[in-house]
């Protein structure tokens, strides 16, 4: 059983920095693709930004040129640095890995202040 293991959410100020941690264990197969996905109340769980494992990376349109997803296959890690927050990127986020099977995180709250 794989499991996510996330860290870095928190409270910071519109125009500020985050950055989240994910790392897997737990895998017998090798994990594609890793990423983040966020849901905010009220709304569907939708695409921040992943990467695959050859290093191929999809972000959501709202948040290009402002996050940065990275990768360490060896450590089985993810990280998003968040850049110039925005109050609308306030959400719960969640680590997501694709092995054999789909596995999510426990999820992280990130809150933008205006």
């Known amino acids: 059983q794989v499991q996510l293991v996330e860290s870095g959410g928190g409270l910071v100020q519109a125009g500020g920095t985050l950055t989240l941690s994910c790392t897997a264990s737990?895998?017998?197969?090798?994990?594609?693709?890793m990423g983040w996905y966020r849901q905010s109340p009220g709304n569907q769980r939708e695409l921040v930004a992943e990467?695959?494992?050859?290093?191929?990376?999809n972000y959501a349109d709202s948040v290009k040129g402002r996050f940065t997803i990275s990768r360490d296959n060896a450590k089985n890690t993810v990280t998003l640095r968040m850049n110039i927050l925005k109050p609308e990127d306030t959400a719960v986020y969640y680590c997501h890995a694709v092995s054999i099977l789909h596995y999510w995180g426990q999820g992280t709250q990130v809150t933008v202040s205006s």
């Open positions: 737990g895998s017998r197969f090798n994990i594609n693709a």
């Open positions: 990467m695959t494992s050859n290093w191929l990376t």
